[in-house]
């Protein structure tokens, strides 16, 4: 069973840093590559994919929106980061850990609908 736990979240002020944190309890995913994906959604907003990295080759693509502030990574352990600089408050929102077996296409990583395993979300609040 897959299960994506995401940790990091949190209170911070403008122009501050957090760093997201995404740990895989299936065996699977511990063993063979996939696609990750950071999501979020805002009260009130659509779900936005800000970055994905294919774990096998480490390529990452980021939303336009958090381009040069956020970075994605993935560790030996398989475990997904997301380190976010500079913060707004317009990242506030929920932000997701999201997975697709295999590969990744391109063409739909920064889609959320392509994402078919999800975490359960942690809490970003960025004040101003």
């Known amino acids: 069973q897959v299960q994506l736990v995401e940790s990091g979240g949190g209170s911070v002020q403008a122009g501050g840093s957090l760093r997201l944190s995404c740990t895989a309890t299936?065996?699977?995913?511990?063993?063979?590559?996939?696609?990750m994906g950071w999501i979020r959604q805002a009260p009130g907003k659509e779900r936005e994919v800000v970055a994905a990295?294919?774990?096998?080759?480490?390529?990452q693509v980021y939303a336009d929106s958090v381009k040069g502030r956020f970075t994605i990574s993935v560790d030996n352990a398989q475990n997904t980061y997301l380190q976010m600089n500079s913060l707004k408050p317009q990242d506030t929102a929920t932000y997701y850990c999201?997975?697709?077996?295999?590969?990744?296409?391109?063409?739909?990583?920064?889609?959320?609908?392509?994402?078919?395993?999800w975490g359960q979300g942690t809490q970003v609040t960025v004040s101003s």
């Open positions: 999201a997975k697709v077996r295999g590969g990744c296409d391109w063409d739909l990583v920064l889609q959320h609908g392509y994402y078919n395993f």
């Open positions: 990295i294919y774990t096998g080759g480490r390529r």
């Open positions: 299936d065996l699977e995913f511990i063993t063979s590559n996939n696609c």
